[in-house]
T-cell receptor, first 113, second 116 residues
Framework: GQNIDQPTEMTATEGAIVQINCTYQ??????LFWYQQHAGEAPTFLSY????GLEEKGRFSSFLSRSKGYSYLLLKELQMKDSASYLC??????????????FGKGTKLSVIP | DSGVTQTPKHLITATGQRVTLRCSPR?????VYWYQQSLDQGLQFLIQ???????AKGNILERFSAQQFPDLHSELNLSSLELGDSALYFC???????????????FGEGSRLTVL
């Protein structure tokens, strides 16, 4: 995955809904991931899309459009603990049974009261 | 707790020195990945090993090297250190090379390297 773009920062209000967009360009697409990373901590897996459409998991949903090279992460009923960086990552098939996961620079979400 | 263990958690050293970072993957995971995270670059993929063999190489400098041992733990060696090498180094593991299912990565807590 190369040229992964996502907004640098976003701010949203507690209880609201926020959508974090991600666009990408790749030649051997094999899945798109979203990870959450709190400051100074390890990234943790949130969601995975390989086919077009919406995947819902509790308060978090992720959407993928392969033809548009576009994904978004939707966070509902925002809580203060959702303040973190959200990393979009694309997995590429690099040949010979090998895959590489490339991360975007992340979107720092600040949830305010 | 992801089950991935990294040591040391913090390391301070001088330019020109050499350090070794260690990673123990989750039990049963055969793939180990190394990533570098600095403030302005985000998570940069360095290298991947699968069951002892190098599988993929990213933006890893020639001054850096890694290996995966028979017990599946991995070490990342950083030599001739420069100020710009200061970063958080993450190790991650997965069961496969990324083929089966989501192939999600499980990250360790990271090793924070400071080069003075």
């Amino acid at each position: 995955g190369q040229n992964i773009d996502q907004p640098t920062e976003m701010t949203a209000t507690e209880g609201a809904i926020v959508q974090i967009n991600c666009t990408y360009q790749t030649s051997g697409f094999n899945g798109l991931f979203w990870y959450q990373q709190h400051a100074g901590e390890a990234p943790t897996f949130l969601s995975y899309n390989v086919l077009d459409g919406l995947e819902e998991k509790g308060r978090f949903s992720s959407f993928l459009s392969r033809s548009k090279g576009y994904s978004y992460l939707l966070l509902k009923e925002l809580q203060m603990k959702d303040s973190a960086s959200y990393l979009c990552a694309v997995r590429d098939h690099t040949g010979a049974g090998s895959y590489q996961l490339t991360f975007g620079k992340g979107t720092k979400l600040s949830v305010i009261p | 707790d992801s089950g991935v263990t990294q040591t040391p958690k913090h390391l301070i050293t001088a330019t020109g020195q050499r350090v070794t970072l260690r990673c123990s993957p989750r039990s049963g995971d055969l793939s180990v990945y190394w990533y570098q995270q600095s403030l302005d670059q985000g998570l940069q993929f360095l290298i991947q090993y699968y069951n002892g063999e190098e599988r993929a190489k990213g933006n890893i400098l020639e001054r850096f090297s890694a290996q995966q041992f028979p017990d599946l733990h991995s070490e990342l060696n950083l030599s001739s250190l420069e100020l710009g090498d200061s970063a958080l180094y993450f190790c991650a593991s997965s069961v496969h090379t990324g083929v089966a299912g989501s192939g999600e990565l499980f990250f360790g807590e990271g090793s924070r390297l400071t080069v003075l």
